[in-house]
């Protein structure tokens, strides 16, 4: 009976923390931003099988990285649908479709963003 007492209290607490820690939409902004900006970082500029077009926007993005990431917010269309205890995005634009989930201040995708 204490042992059932003990789960109850411990699922009570997660579901509190749950409510109070969900993501919103000012969130995943923030989490594209960032995901914009390692992407950048991390690419190489020269890629001989890149075009010129691509090859200028990496070097742009790389050069004003906060401005690059308002740029790929302004091309996708982000649908926020809150839920109790989470936060579902579905994202889609630039060529690409994704359903991400936050939760517990953290957010993640089934397939990459960018």
């Known amino acids: 009976m204490r042992l059932i007492k003990l789960l109850v209290t411990i699922a009570v607490i997660g579901g509190i923390a749950a409510l ?57 269309d982000v649908t926020v649908d809150e839920q109790l205890l989470w936060t579902q995005f579905s994202v889609r634009g630039l060529g690409r479709e994704t359903e991400c989930t936050g939760a517990f201040t953290r957010i993640w995708c089934a397939d990459p963003l960018i």
Not at 26 to 36: G, I, K, M, P, S
Not at 46 to 57: F, M, R, V
């Open 20 to 76: 109070f820690t969900k993501p919103d939409a000012a969130d995943f902004d923030a989490f594209l931003t960032e995901a914009v900006q390692q992407r950048a970082a991390a690419a190489q500029v020269g890629n001989t099988e890149d075009s010129a077009l691509k090859t200028a926007a990496l070097m742009g993005c790389k050069l004003r990285p906060g401005d690059c990431a308002a740029l790929v917010r302004e091309a996708v």
